[in-house]
Structure formats: structure tokens, C-alpha cells
């Protein structure tokens, strides 16, 4: 889908950014400590999600103030500030009610504007909140094994905020443990990173949520609410969840196994998401693989071994997190759909072949300026879309052997491919029959000419 169009609300004499989108329900998203609206819509984890939640959602999120692209803040923001920023978009956007799902700090906020503000609020989603201040031990009493101390917490802090727009190892670990080792997502982390805040408001950010939960009230809450947690969480141990769904009046509680904080990176992220959106709507998203028409094509960086050697870590990581950016820029200009990133290269899907042909020409093009060569393998057919956004089936591993086959700084593409493009200017090199491991018979491949 086409990321959202962002917009303005003012809150005060700050501006606060939000985009909108998606079918049904209305529903905003209070974002944790780290966004970016724009940015999120780059990454394969995020965008499946944001799509997703839109097909049975209307969506709004934003940025908060101080961070993404929204203003920053000259002083701490009170509470009553904070809530502005939702009111402001509420008004903004012409919705007097919604759905609000708050995450992490965000659903602590999402707490208080339930409490303030019972009028707006239709149900409620607190997805790893955090429970009253005063109600610290009996978390850690539920939390058990998974408990945390402060102390520790603090420490991860600590060495993300040291590490802050250089390096997200530390962030990755602590955000998304199922992450790690995940070269690809810790570049993007890291230019998201630096795109939410400078590391100044990165400090800010953190010191105004201090004491954001002290004084909640919870148990007043009047209106339905589900709160989630996963089990390992290493931010807000998961005894926190179980707090709130001891208090609350009109509760459900959901319990899902997993360690990342950050929902989006969770490999089961839909058995969080699906059940959300049947407390919202009533309506069970269906879960069954979906066969569909695409175009898939796949890229990767030519000698990258050798490269990434000659350069240096830094300047390598440097380098591949630009062919990243300019990858996913224009995937998202055409259309295109980001399934992941395989190291060195990415898998990405398109409606045509004459868009996957035109987005590979120009991806060739913008990473050649940065001294990159390309190798593209295109094949179109039908494939198979699971639960958790990857792909997969016969079409898949033929796009994929096509790229292997592909000479250096080539689009190569199969005789299905050439067949549906009869007619168009678009000129092919027959490159003879080849024997692609893993496929009957012998595939007669074609170059596009440049």
C-alpha cells in the first residue's frame, strides 16, 4: 500500500505529526518512546503489521512530541501536555471517540486519557504497560522467574543511550531480543534511531517519562479494556500485565509468549495483533496462507565479501544501510512490498512486471552511484502469503534462481516474464536455457536490456 499522507495537528504551539489510513473501526495508536511515522513504513516488520491492522482498522498514529517528526519540547511536558498531543490529533482528524491502543509508555499514557477523557474512548488496548508506581512489588511478585531488577533496566538504558544513532546492538537486544544477530534490521534500527532523535532528546525523551506512572488509577478505569503482555519481556517484566488485569474492571487479559518489547519484530507478532482486533471489532482476521498473483524479485550486492573487507565494518555498515534506504524508497514509490532483507540483497514483490522491471532499473541505478553492483532476479506466478508476512512457493525459489544466474549488474528474468511484457517497450537479451537447482526441466532466461 502507499504510506500514508502526514499531517499536522496543533497542540499548544507545538505541531504533532499523524498519518491516517486503513478500513473500519476507529482506532489511534499512542506510540512507545522511539517513531518515526514516516520511517516505520521502510521496514518489512512494521509495514506488515501497519498494513495489516489497516485492513480491519481505520489507524491513525503519530509522534509525540520531542521526537520523529514532530516539534521537540524547550521544557519537560506535563501529563496534561502529553495528553494533548492525543486530543489534538483526535480533533484534528475529525474524531470525537476511538479505539485507543496504547504501547509501552504510550499505554501508560493511553491509561490516563481513558481516565480523563472516558467520553473519547471506545475500548481500550494497553499493550505492555507498565502497572502503578505503587504497585511495584506485587509486579514483581507476578513476574517471577521473569523478573527484572530496576537497577539492570536502568543499566540497558544506560548503554542505549551511549550507543545512541551509532550503534543499536544495545537497543536490539533490549527492544527485540528475537533480533539479534539480524544485521539488516540493526542497520535500519539504527537510521530509525537517529530519525526519532538526536541523542539529546533521546535523554529528554526518556527523563519526561520519570514518574509517568506514578498515581495511576486503573481500577477506575469505566471502559472495556484488553491488556497484552508477552511473557519475557525485558523492558516491563510481565508481571505488570498481570497487575492491570487483576484491577481493572472490565478486563481481558492476554498472555503471549515472546521477549521483544518492540511488537512489530515478534516472529508470532499476529497472535498479539489478531486477538486485538477481534476485542475492537468482534471480527476474527482469518489466519489460512493466501495464494495470490505477484511479481518477486530478487536482489543482492555483488562480491559483497570482498567489499565489506576492503572497507571496514563501519564503512561497510555505512554503505548497506544507504543501498537499504534507497531500496526501500523506491519499492515503497511503486508500490512494491518489502518482504525482507536477506543479508546482502532483499525479497520484494510487486503487482506487474513492468513496475518490479522499473523498480529494479532504478535501484540499479541509485545504488551504482554509491559504487554497488546488482544482481536482479525476476519471475511472476502465483504465491503463497502467510500469517506472518513471508512468502514462499514454487515462484518464489524461481525468482530466487534467477538472481543466482544473473551475470554482474544484470536484470535477469524468466520467459514468463518476458511473455506477459509482449507488446511493451521493454527490450530482452535471450540468454539461453539454464538448469536452476531445485526446478524441473531447463528455463530459458532473458537480460533486460539497460
Known amino acids: 500500500m502507499d504510506i500514508p499522507e502526514t499531517r499536522y495537528a496543533r497542540a499548544g504551539e507545538l505541531r504533532i505529526a499523524f498519518q491516517e489510513w486503513g478500513e473500519g473501526s476507529r482506532s489511534i495508536i499512542i506510540p512507545p518512546l522511539v517513531s518515526n511515522i514516516d520511517i516505520l513504513w521502510e521496514h518489512e516488520f512494521y509495514s506488515r503489521m ?10 491513525i498514529h503519530f509522534d509525540k512530541r520531542g521526537i520523529g517528526l514532530s516539534d521537540r519540547f524547550d521544557e519537560i ?3 496534561d501536555e502529553r495528553i494533548q ?11 470525537q471517540a476511538a479505539n485507543v491502543i496504547g504501547v509501552s509508555e504510550g499505554a501508560v499514557m493511553a491509561q490516563r486519557f481513558a481516565l480523563e477523557h472516558r467520553e473519547r474512548v471506545d475500548k481500550l488496548v494497553l499493550l505492555s504497560s507498565a502497572a502503578p508506581a505503587e504497585l511495584a512489588d506485587r ?19 544506560i548503554a542505549v543511550a551511549e550507543s545512541w544513532g551509532e550503534d543499536a546492538r544495545p537497543f536490539v537486544e533490549l527492544m527485540s ?27 529528554r525523551q526518556v527523563q519526561s517519562t520519570v514518574g509517568l506512572n506514578a498515581g495511576l488509577r486503573p481500577d477506575q478505569l469505566a471502559v472495556p479494556t484488553l491488556v497484552v503482555h508477552l511473557t519475557d519481556d525485558r523492558v516491563i517484566p510481565v508481571g505488570h500485565g498481570r497487575v492491570l488485569a487483576e484491577i481493572i474492571p472490565q478486563v481481558e487479559y492476554l498472555e503471549v509468549d515472546g521477549t521483544d518489547h518492540f511488537l512489530a519484530t515478534l516472529p508470532n507478532w499476529r497472535e498479539v495483533v489478531d486477538p486485538m482486533i477481534e476485542f475492537l471489532t468482534g471480527t476474527t482476521p482469518p489466519v489460512a496462507t493466501q495464494r495470490r498473483f505477484a511479481t518477486v524479485l530478487f536482489t543482492d550486492i555483488v562480491s559483497s565479501t570482498a567489499l565489506a573487507g576492503s572497507l571496514g565494518d563501519a564503512r561497510w555498515r ?12 523506491v519499492a515503497g514509490q511503486r508500490g512494491g512490498r518489502i518482504v ?29 552511484e554509491m559504487g554497488l553492483t546488482l544482481r536482479v532476479g525476476l519471475h511472476a506466478g502465483e504465491i503463497e502469503v502467510h500469517a506472518d508476512g513471508d512468502i514462499s512457493g514454487v515462484a518464489v525459489t524461481l525468482a530466487a534462481r534467477i538472481e543466482q544466474a544473473a551475470s554482474d549488474g544484470s536484470i535477469f528474468v524468466s520467459s514468463t516474464v ?16 539454464h538448469v536452476l537447482k531445485g526446478i524441473d526441466g531447463r528455463w530459458r532466461l532473458y537480460a533486460v536490456r539497460s
Open 50 to 59: 501497519l498494513e495489516h491492522l489497516g485492513l480491519f482498522l481505520r489507524v
Open 77 to 79: 511536558p506535563t501529563l
Open 85 to 95: 498531543d492525543i486530543e489534538a490529533v483526535l480533533d484534528t482528524a475529525g474524531w
Open 139 to 157: 509486579a514483581r511478585e507476578l513476574s517471577g522467574d521473569a523478573y527484572r531488577e530496576l537497577e539492570d533496566r536502568r543499566n540497558d538504558f
Open 177 to 203: 531480543p528475537s533480533q539479534i544477530g539480524n544485521e539488516p534490521y540493526t542497520r535500519w534500527v539504527n537510521r530509525l534511531n537517529r530519525l526519532s532523535a538526536s541523542p539529546a532528546d533521546f535523554g
Open 318 to 329: 555505512d554503505l548497506v544501510e544507504r543501498h537499504d534506504k534507497a531500496v526501500h524508497r
Open 340 to 368: 525482507k532483507s536477506t543479508g546482502d540483497g532483499v525479497l520484494a514483490t510487486f503487482d506487474t512486471p513492468s513496475i518490479a522491471i522499473e523498480a529494479a532499473q532504478n535501484i540499479q541505478t541509485q545504488v551504482g
Open 418 to 433: 518476458k511473455e506477459m511484457l509482449l507488446g511493451s517497450p521493454t527490450e530482452f537479451e535471450d540468454q539461453g536455457e
